[in-house]
T-cell receptor, first 108, second 115 residues
Framework: GQSLEQPSEVTAVEGAIVQINCTYQ??????LSWYQQHDGGAPTFLSY??LDGLEETGRFSSFLSRSDSYGYLLLQELQMKDSASYFC?????????WGAGTKLIIKP | EAQVTQNPRYLITVTGKKLTVTCSQN?????MSWYRQDPGLGLRQIYY???????DKGDVPEGYKVSRKEKRNFPLILESPSPNQTSLYFC??????????????FGSGTQLSVL
């Protein structure tokens, strides 16, 4: 079957760096997306990796290794507003297959 | 303002009473999709549409219907709702999902409770 695995919860301190991992097992894979969702809100797009390597967008970076079926989202200089759930999603055959999400808890 | 509009935001109904959740986008997007979100399960796709009059089943289509008569609208219909359809529903759209790096734009969600 097709699946994406990510930790259910990660805790970090304000100002620190945190990495959220995602491993996938999907067919017809052509890229990995990351979305952010605040409590009570809608998911919003953060980044997409179609090729191996690191993509940087401000404080957020995302990495993909196709050979390892693995990716991660890196958040730097954590702010309280980054407290949210983060979802990885596999772009495969005109669909997005979603991970169950990682709740990021940030402590002052 | 470019957006995906879902209505209603909250809905409480009873088993068996037909309901429709509306979704409209003003971005001229070809691709639209419905998801349900349940705790611990992430987002699961119900139906999607690649263009007008073209719809297809996602991972959890049972108990749902959709139609795409116009490009901007993609309503979700529950003909006979049951308590296991209590969930948070999201409509989403993107310009053209054949482009592999397309990002989805989501509506604000509909929290449905079926009693």
């Amino acid at each position: 079957g097709q699946s994406l695995e990510q930790p259910s919860e990660v805790t970090a301190v304000e100002g620190a760096i945190v990495q959220i991992n995602c491993t996938y097992q999907t067919s017809g894979f052509y890229g990995l997306s990351w979305y952010q969702q605040h409590d009570g809100g809608a998911p919003t797009f953060l980044s997409y990796n179609g090729l191996d390597g690191l993509e940087e967008t401000g404080r957020f970076s995302s990495f993909l290794s196709r050979s390892d079926s693995y990716g991660y989202l890196l958040l730097q200089e954590l702010q309280m507003k980054d407290s949210a759930s983060y979802f990885c999603a596999s772009n495969s055959n005109y669909q997005l297959i979603w991970g169950a999400g990682t709740k990021l808890i940030i402590k002052p | 303002e470019a957006q995906v509009t879902q209505n209603p935001r909250y809905l409480i109904t009873v088993t068996g009473k037909k309901l429709t959740v509306t979704c409209s986008q003003n971005m001229n997007h070809e691709y639209m999709s419905w998801y349900r979100q349940d705790p611990g399960l992430g987002l699961r796709q119900i139906y999607y549409s690649m263009n007008v009059e073209v719809t297809d089943k996602g991972d959890v289509p049972e108990g749902y219907k959709v139609s795409r008569k116009e490009k901007r609208n993609f309503p979700l219909i529950l003909e006979s709702p049951s308590p296991n359809q209590t969930s948070l529903y999201f409509c989403a759209s993107s310009h053209d999902y054949r482009q592999k790096d397309e990002k989805l734009f989501f509506g604000s969600g509909t929290q449905l409770s079926v009693l």
